[in-house]
Nanobody, 122 residues
Framework: HVQLVESGGGSVEAGGSLRLSCGAS????????MGWFRQAPGKQREAVIL?????????YIDDSVKGRFTLSQDNAKRTIYLQMISLKPEDTAMYYC???????????????WGQGTQVTVS
């Protein structure tokens, strides 16, 4: 059973910042593409930022968050972070940490999901 443990959501005013965290098992962290998705009410879930496990770098960043959201990680904690700055009301959504079945970062391959954490920007 793959467990992804998220934390860090909350409510902020526009222009504010938040950092989301997602802890994973060692195997997942080192071998599987991981990423952050979000789903706003009435909208489809969308990929926000995806991380290549070999490099630890983002291989995909949604245009709407470029320059505002960044990915970081702590190898010792097997945790990835989504740092969000200059938040906008349109960033309001449930944010999910997810892991793919393998190293490939194809959105269709994401099968493991965290419980989600709400981000609300007013």
């Amino acid at each position: 059973h793959v467990q992804l443990v998220e934390s860090g959501g909350g409510s902020v005013e526009a222009g504010g910042s938040l950092r989301l965290s997602c802890g994973a098992s060692l195997w997942i962290y080192e071998n599987n593409c991981m990423g952050w998705f979000r789903q706003a009410p009435g909208k489809q879930r969308e990929a926000v930022i995806l991380r290549n496990p070999a490099t630890g770098r983002a291989v995909y960043i949604d245009d709407s968050v470029k320059g505002r959201f960044t990915l970081s990680q702590d190898n010792a904690k097997r945790t990835i972070y989504l740092q969000m700055i200059s938040l906008k009301p349109e960033d309001t959504a449930m944010y999910y940490c997810a892991a793919a079945v393998g190293v490939r970062c194809d959105t269709a391959d994401f099968v493991h999901w965290g419980q989600g954490t709400q981000v609300t920007v007013s």
